[in-house]
């Protein structure tokens, strides 16, 4: 079993920076990858960026550059670092958690992950 818990949204404007923060415990191991997924009103969950048991990063095209993922195993804490905030930015963000082995194109893919966090909230106004 594993829980998260999201923390660190707020309300910036454009070209602002915010830093989220997941928190996460139970059965976290070097299988496991982890991920943030956003969701706007109206729109599907989307993946944003994802990281693996050993590090390796992916992140979608909007973001690169702006945004960094990382993880704290010694704090059991998952970071989205977002800089040069837009207003296509705006949504609730998610961090997800799974160890199903699966291919890298899968990972930013909502259907690969069992575990969620219940978000926190990103607004970028201009």
């Known amino acids: 079993q594993v829980t998260l818990r999201e923390s660190g949204g707020n309300s910036v404007q454009v070209g602002g920076s915010l830093r989220l923060s997941c928190t996460f415990t139970?059965?976290?191991?070097?299988?496991?990858?982890m991920a943030w997924f956003r969701q706007a009103p109206g729109k599907e969950r989307e993946g944003v960026a994802t990281?693996?048991?050993?590090?390796?990063?992916i992140l979608i095209p909007s973001v690169r550059g702006r945004f960094t993922i990382a993880k704290d195993n010694a704090k059991n804490i998952l970071y989205l670092q977002m800089n040069s905030l837009l207003p296509e930015d705006t949504g609730r963000y998610y961090c997800?958690?799974?160890?199903?082995?699966?291919?890298?194109?899968?990972?930013?893919?909502?259907?690969?992950?069992?575990?969620w966090g219940q978000g926190t909230q990103v607004t970028v106004s201009s």
């Open positions: 139970g059965n976290i191991d070097s299988e496991t990858y």
């Open positions: 997800a958690a799974d160890r199903v082995r699966r291919m890298l194109s899968q990972l930013l893919l909502p259907r690969s992950y069992a575990y």
């Open positions: 990281i693996t048991g050993n590090d390796r990063t």
